[in-house]
RNA sequence: GCGCCCGUAGCUCAGCUGGAUAGAGUACCAGACUACGAAUCUGGGAGUCGGGGGUUCGAAUCCCUCCGGGCGCGCCA
């Protein structure tokens, strides 16, 4: 409806320029149309003559008035209005919202949305946390978030792809290795601490009883409880604890237990994200781009294009030059390649598959490595605009207003897959997306529980299944049911709803403009308010015939904008509750 | 110290590329079911948009500065 209106508009400024009224420079990209806050002014407004009045030497008004008389008249619009400073606003015609109703049902869940793949191909990786234990809360915002993220551009008529990346290499595998070994030989009775920097949650317990179940006691060593490591630096201690294990293990033991924890792990989280109803289109392993040779490659690559140097023993990158805060090492002195060498070469991978858009969905705490990410980029000769880089920031869960900690390293944290089976995957979904991204999120339990209309969730689910009781009703009744007469619908709150069920589209398309998922949830309370409102104030099944099948017609379309938001940010519809 | 995010009603937050009288929810108060689900609806009070400058016909929105909160500033993972 917004872009309708826009050409309108457009029609009338190009007259005006042809006609010589106008200076084609006074003229904006985009004209600026926007659904009205208020009624009396009308449906859509527009502030143009405003924004244009200065460019093009006229007074706001009169140049409104000048818009408006060229504007082409159109079926769907009852009139125009000039007020205030110099707005238009514009009055839909009442044909062009009743008529909403036989196009929403007859385009059934595609309504609102845009033809799918149609526009850009993009990919968004999101999740992405370290496999070295169970998701938690934190990561549920960025799950929540990115898989709405990616179902809103869908709506909107992008291509989107989903990737989780999992850093299977590094020293973050030897220590959750040797941690699960030393909790496996506990369990054995032997008689060895845990160190301070191992992992020290209770899921480790379980993958080694886990392990014990599977392999006995085939990896008991009594050298191992003669291990003594003194040692006062914490990292240098697991090092060397590593090396002890690995000695003990022997290698091949070692590198099969590894991996085997890595797999469980992978499957702990995939098996998480399922309950919470995301499901990533692939599995990125960090190990695939190493044995490629990639990270090499991509070193070689910025080393020819100049941005490398040596200094201090290790190679750094100069992402000073492109805007970073200093530059930064990819290989460190002792040879070892950093992480940030590692994620060049898989940024560079994604940059070069064919997308025009590759989105990566971080937690705040890694705003640092926006700039040298896309410095790297930029190094490489890949346009840095084609990476967008979205930040979520912290969420807080509170319990009868008592933060509670996440670490995952200390083990105290309340997994994603506890809070699903607490709230449930609608509530906890809602309430994830119920933020914009960038606000600090504080998570309440209590409320998410809470089966009341405190609880956004179930205010707008309620709507829906209200609807459905309705309908329910109806045919217990054996009432007869004809494609009804949509003219019949003029009572103010049936407006209203029409009103605001025309706006879906544009809703969507807004959403998806400034990746913001939340839009949807706060427009979906606005449909179930004017929902709710309208069935208190009018009867929809005792009401003549002809009455009666025109009202289920909308309540029918309301359901089914109702359906098709919900899904967007992945929260179920349900028929009863 | 430097960088990023945030500061809007008692509380939790919206506010679309600057626009017309700053909006919801919640809490509080007062009402609405012998009728389609009261997990609902109707009405009410409540704000110097953190403070101060600036740009503009117009600023919660853009710029500067100060205050307050969160996060980040490793050859860690």
Same mark, same amino acid.
């Given at each position: 409806?917004?872009?309708?209106?826009?050409?309108?508009?457009?029609?009338?400024?190009?007259?005006?320029?042809?006609?010589?009224?106008?200076?084609?420079?006074?003229?904006?990209?985009?004209?600026?149309?926007?659904?009205?806050?208020?009624?009396?002014?009308?449906?859509?407004?527009?502030?143009?003559?405003?924004?244009?009045?200065?460019?093009?030497?006229?007074?706001?008004?009169?140049?409104?008035?000048?818009?408006?008389?060229?504007?082409?008249?159109?079926?769907?619009?009852?009139?125009?209005?000039?007020?205030?400073?110099?707005?238009?606003?514009?009055?839909?015609?009442?044909?062009?919202?009743?008529?909403?109703?036989?196009?929403?049902?007859?385009?059934?869940?595609?309504?609102?949305?845009?033809?799918?793949?149609?526009?850009?191909?993009?990919?968004?990786?999101?999740?992405?946390?370290?496999?070295?234990?169970?998701?938690?809360?934190?990561?549920?915002?960025?799950?929540?978030?990115?898989?709405?993220?990616?179902?809103?551009?869908?709506?909107?008529?992008?291509?989107?792809?989903?990737?989780?990346?999992?850093?299977?290499?590094?020293?973050?595998?030897?220590?959750?290795?040797?941690?699960?070994?030393?909790?496996?030989?506990?369990?054995?009775?032997?008689?060895?601490?845990?160190?301070?920097?191992?992992?020290?949650?209770?899921?480790?317990?379980?993958?080694?009883?886990?392990?014990?179940?599977?392999?006995?006691?085939?990896?008991?060593?009594?050298?191992?409880?003669?291990?003594?490591?003194?040692?006062?630096?914490?990292?240098?201690?697991?090092?060397?604890?590593?090396?002890?294990?690995?000695?003990?293990?022997?290698?091949?033991?070692?590198?099969?237990?590894?991996?085997?924890?890595?797999?469980?792990?992978?499957?702990?989280?995939?098996?998480?994200?399922?309950?919470?109803?995301?499901?990533?289109?692939?599995?990125?392993?960090?190990?695939?781009?190493?044995?490629?040779?990639?990270?090499?490659?991509?070193?070689?690559?910025?080393?020819?294009?100049?941005?490398?140097?040596?200094?201090?023993?290790?190679?750094?990158?100069?992402?000073?030059?492109?805007?970073?805060?200093?530059?930064?090492?990819?290989?460190?002195?002792?040879?070892?390649?950093?992480?940030?060498?590692?994620?060049?070469?898989?940024?560079?991978?994604?940059?070069?598959?064919?997308?025009?858009?590759?989105?990566?969905?971080?937690?705040?705490?890694?705003?640092?490595?926006?700039?040298?990410?896309?410095?790297?980029?930029?190094?490489?000769?890949?346009?840095?605009?084609?990476?967008?880089?979205?930040? #979520? *920031?912290? @969420?807080?869960?509170?319990?009868? /207003? +008592?933060?509670?900690? %996440?670490?995952? $390293?200390?083990?105290?944290?309340? &997994?994603?897959?506890?809070?699903?089976?607490?709230?449930?995957?609608?509530?906890?979904?809602?309430?994830?997306?119920?933020?914009?991204?960038?606000?600090?999120?504080?998570?309440?339990?209590?409320?998410?529980?809470?089966?009341?209309?405190?609880?956004?969730?179930?205010? #707008? *689910?309620? @709507?829906?299944?209200?609807?459905? /009781? +309705?309908?329910?009703? %109806?045919?217990? $009744?054996?009432?007869?049911?004809? &494609?009804?007469?949509?003219?019949?619908?003029?009572?103010?709150?049936?407006?209203?709803?029409?009103?605001?069920?025309?706006?879906?589209?544009?809703?969507?398309?807004?959403?998806?403009?400034?990746?913001?998922?939340?839009?949807?949830?706060?427009?979906?309370?606005?449909?179930?308010?004017?929902?709710?409102?309208?069935?208190?104030?009018?009867?929809?099944?005792?009401?003549?015939?002809?009455?009666?099948?025109?009202?289920?017609?909308?309540?029918?379309?309301?359901?089914?904008?109702?359906?098709?938001?919900?899904?967007?940010?992945?929260?179920?519809?349900?028929?009863?509750?």
């Amino acid at each position: 409806m917004k872009a309708k209106i826009q050409d309108l508009l457009a029609q009338s400024i190009d007259r005006m320029v042809a006609l010589k009224e106008l200076s084609a420079d006074a003229v904006p990209e985009t004209l600026p149309v926007e659904a009205s806050r208020r009624a009396g002014q009308g449906d859509y407004a527009t502030g143009l003559a405003m924004s244009m009045a200065r460019a093009s030497g006229m007074k706001p008004r009169d140049l409104a008035t000048r818009i408006q008389a060229n504007l082409p008249s159109a079926s769907f619009v009852e009139r125009t209005v000039i007020a205030g400073p110099g707005f238009i606003n514009f009055f839909l015609a009442k044909e062009a919202l009743t008529g909403l109703v036989g196009e929403i049902l007859e385009r059934g869940d595609n309504f609102g949305k845009s033809a799918q793949g149609s526009l850009s191909r993009i990919l968004i990786e999101f999740v992405s946390a370290n496999p070295n234990g169970p998701l938690h809360v934190g990561h549920g915002r960025g799950a929540a978030f990115g898989d709405a993220l990616a179902r809103l551009l869908r709506a909107a008529g992008h291509h989107v792809d989903t990737e989780y990346y999992v850093n299977d290499l590094g020293r973050q595998m030897d220590i959750l290795c040797v941690s699960v070994w030393i909790r496996y030989l506990q369990i054995h009775d032997l008689k060895i601490e845990l160190p301070d920097g191992a992992y020290q949650g209770q899921y480790i317990v379980e993958s080694a009883r886990k392990l014990k179940h599977k392999d006995g006691s085939s990896l008991v060593s009594a050298e191992a409880a003669q291990i003594d490591i003194r040692l006062d630096d914490r990292d240098a201690a697991l090092t060397e604890l590593i090396s002890r294990t690995r000695q003990i293990l022997g290698e091949d033991v070692f590198f099969q237990l590894r991996d085997d924890i890595l797999n469980d792990m992978v499957e702990m989280i995939r098996s998480d994200l399922i309950l919470f109803g995301v499901e990533h289109d692939r599995w990125f392993y960090e190990s695939q781009v190493s044995e490629q040779g990639d990270v090499d490659r991509a070193i070689k690559e910025l080393r020819e294009h100049g941005f490398l140097y040596e200094a201090d023993g290790a190679t750094w990158f100069r992402s000073s030059e492109f805007g970073d805060e200093k530059d930064r090492v990819v290989v460190r002195a002792n040879g070892d390649l950093t992480y940030f060498a590692s994620d060049i070469a898989y940024h560079l991978d994604k940059m070069r598959r064919d997308y025009d858009l590759v989105i990566n969905i971080w937690g705040a705490d890694h705003h640092g490595y926006v700039s040298r990410m896309k410095a790297a980029m930029e190094a490489s000769g890949e346009n840095p605009k084609r990476l967008q880089i979205l930040l #979520v *920031q912290f @969420a807080t869960l509170f319990r009868d /207003s +008592v933060k509670m900690s %996440m670490s995952t $390293r200390s083990g105290e944290f309340v &997994s994603l897959k506890e809070l699903i089976e607490e709230t449930g995957r609608d509530a906890a979904r809602f309430f994830y997306i119920l933020r914009k991204s960038e606000q600090h999120l504080d998570f309440d339990l209590e409320l998410a529980k809470r089966q009341s209309g405190e609880n956004p969730v179930y205010y #707008v *689910q309620y @709507a829906h299944a209200r609807i459905c /009781s +309705v309908v329910r009703q %109806m045919k217990e $009744r054996g009432l007869v049911r004809t &494609s009804g007469d949509h003219s019949l619908l003029m009572q103010d709150s049936e407006m209203d709803l029409l009103r605001r069920l025309s706006r879906f589209s544009d809703v969507i398309q807004s959403a998806a403009n400034d990746y913001e998922p939340h839009q949807i949830a706060y427009y979906l309370r606005d449909v179930a308010t004017d929902f709710h409102s309208f069935y208190n104030k009018e009867r929809i099944l005792d009401c003549e015939d002809a009455l009666r099948c025109a009202r289920l017609d909308l309540i029918d379309a309301v359901r089914q904008v109702l359906a098709n938001g919900l899904d967007i940010i992945g929260v179920s519809a349900p028929a009863s509750m």
